[in-house]
């Protein structure tokens, strides 16, 4: 899972994303986007499948995503009143601001794909591109 989380941070830094929101949430599946401008795209779908925890802000804004440390996972339990977690399940970190504010999602697994959604009618897509669902 680290090698998958390093390959996401690699094409977060090239795109110079930092801002998400959540997209859906369905039978334990949680869809966040990032952009670097969500007025107009977002270029990443970050899908969390196997969804049992959520500590995160519908909308985040000059964010890094890594997975939480060993220290993070022992408060996590503890701060949540629980004395057990899967050592597969993976707990996500959106750290704000460099450690400013930090929000977490609990999972089975996570996978993602970079491609260019418009929030508008646009002709001539390229390959990696296409047009918002919800954009009529």
Request: charged letters at 30%; one cysteine or more; hydrophobic letters at 40%.
């Amino acid at each position: 899972m680290d090698e998958k989380m390093t390959e996401l941070q690699k094409g977060l830094k090239m795109h110079n994303i930092s801002e998400y929101q959540i997209l859906s949430y369905n039978n334990f599946e949680l869809k966040i986007a990032g952009s670097f401008d969500f007025a107009y795209y977002h270029n990443v779908e970050i899908t969390f499948r196997g969804v049992t925890f959520i500590m995160c802000l519908t909308k985040i804004s000059r964010a890094k995503i890594r997975m939480a440390t060993n220290e993070e996972r022992y408060l996590f339990l503890k701060e949540h009143n629980s004395d057990y977690m899967e050592d597969d399940e993976i707990l996500v970190c959106f750290d704000i601001d460099n450690g400013g504010d930090k929000q977490y999602i609990l999972a089975e697994s996570f996978d993602f794909v970079f491609e260019d959604v418009f929030y508008y009618k646009r002709d001539k897509l390229e390959e990696g591109q296409r047009i918002a669902d919800w954009v009529k």
